[in-house]
């Protein structure tokens, strides 16, 4: 039962372009969204993150906005830098149990960034 | 400051012997997360530790258990190895209560 999907396992696009990652939920309980970047060979890195009382959130170059209705959250890079290159992982997380945190991680989607 | 750090970085098993990962939590982090990521999919928890003891488990059978000590430090045990262990194993800590995880490199664990 997977409960934190990415449909595009990999993404193309052109430097300066903007770049949009989506994840679909199925779990109504996950309060919390996180987006991962992951480099190979190293751990996943913390990138944005959104609560599910908002609809969006901003951090520089990247945007997250949440749809609950359609249980859909997308990740936005404005612009895109060959640097961002990396597989995306959308997270997500049921409200804390005893001060415990559990991430349902997506597939992955493996994000290029052409010059 | 050392983010997580976890040993070894690669490790070849046979079917059915045990095998022990390390991890040492960022300084500050008291809370350690396993999860086990297979290729081409997204990590999956395979439980938690704080205060020494095992707060909540994935769906992972038994023969994966864990330990945390008194430093924070944790590991991982699976014992009766089956060629469908092997996977990047990924340590993560943070502190009690916190809403983000630091993950570390992970161990590459590879059954044959």
């Known amino acids: 039962d997977q409960q934190v999907k990415q449909n595009s396992p990999s993404l193309s696009v052109q430097e300066g372009r903007i770049s949009i990652l989506n994840c679909d939920y199925t779990?109504?309980?996950?309060?919390?969204f996180l987006w991962y970047k992951k480099y190979p060979a190293e751990g996943p890195t913390f990138l944005i993150s959104i609560s599910s009382i908002k609809d969006k959130n901003e951090d520089g170059r990247f945007t997250v906005f949440l749809n609950k209705s359609a249980k859909h959250l997308s990740l936005h890079i404005v612009p895109s830098q060959p640097g961002d290159s990396a597989v995306y992982f959308c997270a997500a997380s049921p409200p804390l149990i005893q001060g415990a945190q559990k991430l349902v991680f997506g597939q992955g989607t493996r994000l290029t960034i052409n010059p | 400051d050392a983010g997580v750090t976890q040993s070894p970085t690669h490790l070849i098993k046979t079917r059915g012997q045990q095998v022990t990962l390390r991890c040492s939590p960022k300084s500050g982090h008291d809370t350690v997360s396993w999860y086990q990521q297979a290729l081409g999919q997204g990590p999956q928890f395979i439980f938690q530790y704080y205060e020494e003891e095992e707060r909540q488990r994935g769906n992972f059978p038994d023969r994966f258990s864990g330990h945390q000590f008194p430093n924070y430090s944790s590991e991982l045990n699976v014992n009766a190895l089956l060629l469908g262990d092997s996977a990047l194993y990924l340590c993560?800590?943070?502190?009690?209560?916190?809403?983000?995880?630091?993950f570390g490199s992970g161990t590459r664990l590879t059954v044959v």
């Open positions: 993560a800590s943070s502190w009690a209560g916190s809403d983000g995880y630091t």
């Open positions: 779990n109504s309980m996950f309060d919390y």
